[in-house]
């Protein structure tokens, strides 16, 4: 068997490993597959539009070009892990009592179950190509590695309207993982767009966070404004979160390709019980150490105590509910400034009525 059918069949064998290790898809693309992509980063930039993300604006010639973060690599594995939800997201939303809580981070961090499974599968793939001596460099969401074209140009899904990639197969509901490589493996197509004249997800989004179809303002998406935002939320977009305290999934969840979509196999995804829909005093009393003890092992504990309680007072002074209005005044002499002026804003609408 010459070079190129050996590669063929190591990729065949690498497919099927890599659902046997628990991804739900695997597609390989090269390092300069995706030459849009500076271009539109330093547009994006330009504008503002990454807002208190600093890190996206740093080493942006590596993550605009695949090809300068390793020269070396000569193929992208791309891998999707389905965590597909067994409720509606969206349900929640009508309990303003009740936080809301992303779906991907009502369970483990996903970081920690994605990279263990690219290492088992790079170890692998290491392993069954050994004459070759091939090396590896695994990434799930951490370095300067644009995931989304990435996956586009290796056939895994399209970016949709919403920004986020999206597959016939799969829905929305995934994470994405890469394994670069020096081995040189037979790529796939890149998938083309779905969308169609579909504005399901630009109408769904509560912040109008889409400038144009395909185009994202961070500063105005709920995600970003409840994880990445530190210090107080302008006082225009509080009324705009309802009862969203980590993440919003509206945008996902509206996508009509859900309906090809199945629940996460891995366990580690399932919601657990009390975060599917916890009640707001019970988040707002947390502090440091009861934060860190319920958001163990969770992607939430990386924003921090502060930060979260105060993207609870915010849903708080938007339930329009009189009865915690006591615990929002509980906290107007917090230790932490934004704190105190998200419970003062919040016992204050709470008196409008």
Known sequence: MNEQGQHEDLKARLVEEARAVGFSACRICRPGDVPQVAERLAEFLAAG???????????????????ALWPEARSVIMLAENYGPDHDPRAVLARPERAAVSVYAQNRDYHDVVKKRLKR?????????????????????????????????????????????????????????????????????AERDHCGSC??????????????PYQLDARRCISYLTIEHAGPVAE????????RIYGCDDCLAACPWNKFAEQAAEIKYHARDDLRAPALADLARLDDAGFRALFSGSPIKRIG???????VLYAIGNSGRGDLREVAQGLCADADDTVRDAAHWAVARLAQG
């Not at 370095?143 to 399209?158: I, N, R, S, T």
């Not at 504005?199 to 966070?209: F, I, N, V």
């Not at 225009?236 to 009862?243: H, K, S, T, Y």
């Not at 105590?305 to 993207?311: A, E, G, L, S, T």
């Open 121 to 189: 599968l790079g170890r692998w793939l290491m392993a069954a190509a050994e004459a070759e001596a091939p090396q590896i460099k695994v990434f799930v969401d951490t370095a300067p590695v644009m995931e989304k074209p990435l996956g586009q140009a290796a056939g895994l899904g399209w970016q949709g309207k919403h920004t986020n990639l999206v597959s016939r197969d799969l829905g929305s509901w995934f994470f994405l993982g890469s394994i670069f490589t020096t081995l040189a493996l037979p790529v796939d197509g």
């Open 305 to 311: 105590r502060d930060r979260f309680v105060r993207n």
């Open 199 to 212: 504005r399901a997800c630009l109408d769904a989004c509560p912040t109008d966070a889409f400038p144009a």
């Open 236 to 243: 225009d977009l509080r009324p705009l979160l309802g009862n």
């Open 49 to 67: 539009r990454h807002g208190q993300m600093g890190w996206m604006a740093e080493r942006t010639g590596w993550r605009g070009d695949p090809t």
